[in-house]
């Protein structure tokens, strides 16, 4: 079995482990010559579970900067032609090294074209690529914690290094932020847990980078907590989905745009709304209404240390509610013998 750190350790320890990660991927990098992404170009990141949620983020990025960029599900390449190549180059991402999906995939993707981003560099993904990008070799937690903010870090240091200018800034000094954002935000995270607990199902709301946290948050909350949850990209959720939000029910929303004017619709109708924002009171219509809770953003949190900071919140409110209800976080009550390779 994989030792797996204390999930509130492990969210506690991430400025830390922010750091580690930092300088070795840094250390990777330094005089490297990735293949440099380019314009006309396709990048297609492969992975499962909480590494594709991230990739949400990647993608956005890519977009933002004229690139092309795909989502792809590993799992879903075992179903294409062999010689069908879905892009020019390659992200692989598995904080263990061991999903067996990624590595399959991996084998068939273009040689000289694949990057790895995982946790352990000496992992059997290791050694179906080009490039590995180690996150430092930590120990995480059964739901993933630092894995997922170490891969939103490693995106940033990777765009720069494959000629992608513009989002490395958004890594200095990410884990200052981090170690901000835990004292800034515990507090109101143990509060909203209060809420969380007597929910039944959490919709998970955001657009462009946040949308990564949206995805990843619901991930959390069913795999930690055992709720029933949902995710949906911003507009996506107007045009039906927030029909099923109602009394008794959460919504976790990511945005300072139209995110705004869309929670007005379900606070009268009960719905227990978070709001993660970088807007302040003034700009929203009822800032003071007894279902809403805000967790205001600095100004100058943007890009990936905006994905990673919210994330964080999510983190903490799932370790709040996990303490209330008893519910250890990472005991698991379906286990799949196949989703891992085993340990030599």
């Not at 039906?240 to 009394?247: H, I, T």
Request: include cysteine; glycine fraction near 10%; proline fraction near 5%.
């Amino acid at each position: 079995m994989v030792e797996r750190a204390d999930y509130a350790q492990a969210v506690a320890a991430q400025p830390e482990n922010l750091e580690l990660a930092q300088r070795s991927l840094s250390v990777a990098l330094e005089g490297r010559q990735l293949p440099r992404w380019k314009p006309g170009q396709t990048v297609g990141i492969v992975a499962m579970g909480a590494s594709t949620h991230s990739a949400n983020a990647l993608v956005y990025a890519l977009g933002c900067s004229g690139i092309r960029a795909v989502n792809l599900t590993a799992s879903d390449l075992d179903l294409f032609p062999a010689e069908f190549q879905p892009a020019d180059h390659y992200v692989i991402v598995s904080e263990s090294g061991r999903s067996p999906e990624p590595i399959s995939a991996a084998r068939r993707l273009t040689p000289g074209r694949r990057v790895v981003i995982t946790n352990f560099p000496s992992s059997p993904v290791a050694e179906v690529v080009d490039y590995v990008l180690p996150l430092g070799g930590f120990l995480d937690s059964g739901v993933y914690t630092i894995g997922y903010t170490s891969t939103l870090l490693a995106y940033a240091l990777l765009l720069e290094s494959a000629g992608v200018s513009g989002w490395a800034p958004d890594a200095a000094g990410v884990a200052d932020r981090v170690r901000e954002a835990i004292a800034a935000y515990g507090e109101a995270a143990n509060r909203v847990a209060a809420i969380i607990e007597s929910v039944a199902a959490v919709d998970f709301v955001g657009r462009g980078m946040s949308y990564a946290a949206a995805a990843e948050g619901a991930l959390v909350f069913r795999e930690s907590l055992g709720l029933p949850t949902a995710a949906f990209e911003t507009y996506q959720y107007l045009h039906g989905p927030m029909e099923g939000s109602r009394r008794g029910t959460a919504l976790v929303v990511f945005g300072d745009d139209r995110e705004l004017t869309l929670i007005d619709s379900v606070l009268d109708a009960g719905v227990k709304v978070i709001l993660v924002t970088t807007a302040d009171a003034s700009e929203l219509t009822a800032p003071e209404h007894e279902n809403l809770t805000v967790f205001r953003l600095p100004d100058s949190t943007t890009g990936f240390a905006r994905a990673i900071v919210e994330i964080l919140i999510v983190q903490l409110i799932a370790g709040g509610v996990s303490q209330r209800l008893g519910r250890p976080i990472g005991d698991f009550t379906y286990r799949q013998g196949d989703t891992k390779l085993p340990l030599d």
